[in-house]
């Protein structure tokens, strides 16, 4: 529930500050273009970094391997074009955070961390506490 809260209200008061104060610095067309640029850039590099990871998902699956990695790069993937084309600095951030290899990396490594503790796992056959 806080969540939605900050996403609706504090993102964009965020977003709605730094756009000010950035076009207060460099002026209106200069923060218009550079916002424009980052969303061409972002969305090139979500598309090359998404077909990396079909790629890669693809082969894990013809080795019989479960691709759990790359299904959870798919959703940052995912995610980060969604920020990088909101207009803003702060989601911009965020999207290229979940974007590049080496970044998204360490939030998978905090993904699948939070995945483990959160989620009960059970096999195919295994009736489970309530049995």
Known sequence: MYALFIIFTVVPIIELA????????IGTWNTVFLVMATAVAGAYMVRMEGLSVFYRLQGNLARGVFP??????????????????????????LGFVLVFPLS?????KRVKAYLRRRVQFRHFGDPGPDA
């Open 104 to 108: 998204r990396s360490l939030v998978r």
């Open 68 to 93: 759990a990695d790359e299904l959870l790069d798919g959703g940052m993937i995912l995610v980060a074009g969604a920020l990088l084309l909101t207009p803003g600095f702060f989601t911009d951030v």
């Open 18 to 25: 730094l756009l000010i104060k950035v076009g207060g610095l």
